[in-house]
Nanobody
Framework: QVQLVESGGGLVQAGGSLRLSCAAS????????VGWFRQAPGKEREFVAT????????YYADSVKGRFTISRDNGKNTVSLQMNSLKPEDTAVYYC?????????????????????WGQGTQVTVSS
């Protein structure tokens, strides 16, 4: 199982930017797809974005499309989430997680049960 550590969260004003990072403990990380999820108080965990094993394909939730960008550097065992034009409704704990590599048009997974290793989360708070 891959150990994941998120970082980069914090407090930012609406319209601002943050860059989250997800660092993995093993080079095997490069074989997995990676997703970002978030969970606000009193709400279900929701899908944010995912990237395939080699970074060639990405998929976003409609709520963040055009504002967030997911990327990865397999040489450094990291996946990043660049978040721009942040809104108060983006406030949540953000988690990264790994999923089995998949190919084809339906490679992406948006349900948390398809992900196995999870980080501890990093808090993002956007003030209005």
């Amino acid at each position: 199982q891959v150990q994941l550590v998120e970082s980069g969260g914090g407090l930012v004003q609406a319209g601002g930017s943050l860059r989250l990072s997800c660092a993995a403990s093993t080079r095997a990380f490069s074989y997995y797809g990676v997703g970002w999820f978030r969970q606000a108080p009193g709400k279900e965990r929701e899908f944010v974005a995912t990237i395939n094993w080699n970074g060639g394909s990405t998929y976003y939730a409609d709520s963040v499309k055009g504002r967030f960008t997911i990327s990865r550097d397999n040489g450094k065992n990291t996946v990043s989430l660049q978040m721009n034009s942040l809104k108060p409704e983006d406030t949540a704990v953000y988690y990264c997680a790994t999923t089995a590599p998949r190919h084809g048009a339906s490679w992406y997974r948006i349900n948390s049960y398809d992900y196995n290793s999870w980080g501890q989360g990093t808090q993002v708070t956007v003030s209005s």
